[in-house]
């Protein structure tokens, strides 16, 4: 989990800022998507250079700025928007191109090699991760207008359904074979309850959302097009596996790895029912949070 130190007035308006275009995403898709479609192409693939200002207001207050870390961020959110409006031409029918592997890989490798973090204070990496989360958003559902992602957090009752009844399927497993190899540890731990309730919306927005995001919406999603559901749902399992293949550990922690495939089968099932990122969103944020309560 992305846990968010150094907190300053300057920071929480940033975040609010970054917070904006995943909101906007998230309630009104498809109103932004024809926005921006009735852009002149020019400027359809400038305007998300304006995700950079986070960065710029962020190093300017800590009198870290660099011209290459702005030449970064500014530049890399109109290469990703020119590259899905490539193959927003030469794939319509949305069968999967080269450019979405390209994007995916870099902003996979970015966030879990923590490429770009020595560019933000110590304790706020969140923001550079929301960053690129805009940055997909932009170019994936405003630019490609990617369908069947499932980024819609009108929330369901059925969202709470499959995303329980997933946590239920997994905990027994995961329990089980987590202690068997001694990687979790069973505690007692009651925290209050207002602390409980903030950790778990934490989880949801800074954590599980730009998860489930990238690896159910856009990984599994363009997967099932190629190679169909089931194997679909095993290689972006076992990709969120090796994504934590460096989490609580200076070496490959296999065990981490094993564990995070599993559940990545879980929360992939959750997704792909009614194609659903809150559901899987859901199993997940359930699933950290006990963690981080009780193991």
């Known amino acids: 989990m992305v846990r968010m130190s150094n907190v300053t007035p300057v920071v929480i308006a940033v975040l609010a800022a970054e917070l904006v275009p995943a909101a906007a995403f998230g309630f009104t898709s498809e109103r932004v998507a024809d926005a921006v479609a009735r852009l002149p192409f020019v400027f359809r693939i400038m305007l998300p250079g304006l995700l950079a200002l986070p960065y710029v207001v962020i190093a300017a207050s800590q009198h870290m700025f660099r011209w290459q870390w702005f030449a970064l961020y500014a530049g890399l959110p109109m290469v990703m928007a020119w590259l899905l409006a490539r193959a927003a031409a030469a794939d319509p029918k949305q069968h999967g191109n080269w450019r979405d592997a390209v994007i995916l890989l870099t902003l996979g490798l970015a966030v879990d090699l923590r490429w770009f973090d020595v560019a933000w204070p110590a304790g706020l990496r969140g923001l550079n991760n929301l960053l690129l989360v805009d940055a997909g958003l932009y170019a994936f559902l405003a630019i490609r207008r990617l369908s069947g992602t499932g980024f819609d957090f009108h929330l369901h009752w059925s969202d709470w359904k499959t995303g329980l009844r997933e946590l239920l399927f997994f905990a027994p497993a995961v329990l089980v074979l987590g202690v068997a190899l001694g990687f979790i540890h069973p505690h007692p731990n009651v925290p209050p309850a207002g602390k409980a309730l903030v950790t778990w919306a934490g989880i949801f927005v800074f954590v599980a959302i730009p998860e489930e995001l990238f690896f159910r919406a856009w990984v599994q999603n363009l997967l099932e097009r190629r190679v169909g559901r089931r194997s679909a749902l095993l290689i972006a399992s076992v990709l969120f596996g090796l994504s ?52």
């Not at 296999?254 to 997704?271: E, N, P, S």
């Open 244 to 295: 934590h293949f460096n989490k609580r550990s200076a070496h490959f922690n296999w065990r981490y790895v094993l564990l995070a495939t599993i559940a990545g089968i879980f929360y992939g099932r959750a997704w792909r029912e009614r194609r659903r990122v809150p559901a899987s969103t859901i199993t997940h944020t359930c699933v950290d949070w006990l963690w981080s309560w009780w193991f």
